[in-house]
C-alpha cells in the first residue's frame, strides 16, 4: 500500500498536474496520496519496524522511477526520503504515548517537508502552493485519524455495555 500510494501520488501528479483540494485551495494531483504514504508509513513502523520502513520507502521510489518522469520520480525519491526520516524521528518517541499523539506531530512535519522539498526540485512554485499542498495532505490524516477514533470511542461504549450486561447476567453490581 505504501509503495502504491508513491506511484500513484507521481502518476496523478504528472497526468493532472494542479487539482482543487478543497477550501479554496489546489495541489499538485498526487498530494492526497503523498498524504496517504506518510500516514501508512506509520502503521508500516508499527508493523515492520524502521528497517521494513526503510525498505519501503525504497521500493515506492524505485517503482515510482519506472513509471513516472525522471524529474518528477527524482524530486519524489528526494522529497520522500527526507520527508519519512523526519515523520521517523518524531513519531518514535512520541508513539510510546499514543498512537494519535505520535501520529499528528510526525505526519505534519513530515507533511511539510515533502511538500517544501518536491515542490522545489519539481520546479513547482513552493509558497504560494503550500497551502493547498497542507490541506490536501491533510484530507489524508484527518480521515483515518478521526475513523481511528470513532472505532475506538464506540469500541469502549461498546465493551462497557458487554462488561455491565455480564455484570447483571452473573448478579454482580
Request: hydrophobic residues 55%; contains cysteine; positive net charge.
Amino acid at each position: 500500500m505504501y509503495a502504491t500510494a508513491l506511484v500513484g501520488a507521481n502518476l496523478l501528479t504528472a497526468s493532472y498536474g494542479v487539482v482543487d483540494v478543497g477550501f479554496g485551495q489546489s495541489a499538485t494531483a498526487g498530494t492526497v496520496l503523498a498524504g496517504v504514504a506518510l500516514m501508512v508509513r506509520n502503521t508500516l513502523q508499527d508493523l515492520l519496524g524502521r528497517r521494513g520502513v526503510v525498505s519501503a520507502i525504497v521500493v515506492g521510489s524505485l517503482l515510482s522511477a519506472l513509471v513516472a518522469p525522471p524529474a518528477l520520480a527524482f524530486a519524489s525519491a528526494v522529497s520522500v526520503l527526507l520527508a519519512e526520516c523526519a515523520d521517523m524521528c518524531v513519531y518514535t518517541p512520541l508513539r510510546a504515548h499514543g498512537w494519535v499523539r505520535a501520529v499528528l506531530p510526525a505526519t505534519l512535519v513530515g507533511a511539510f517537508l515533502d511538500t517544501v522539498v518536491f515542490l522545489t526540485i519539481a520546479g513547482f512554485p513552493v509558497w504560494p502552493a503550500v497551502p493547498g499542498q497542507m490541506t490536501g495532505k491533510g484530507w489524508a490524516v484527518a480521515v483515518p485519524v478521526l475513523v481511528v477514533l470513532l472505532c475506538r470511542g464506540v469500541g469502549r461504549r461498546t465493551a462497557a455495555r458487554v462488561r455491565c450486561a455480564i455484570h447483571r447476567w452473573v448478579g454482580r453490581p
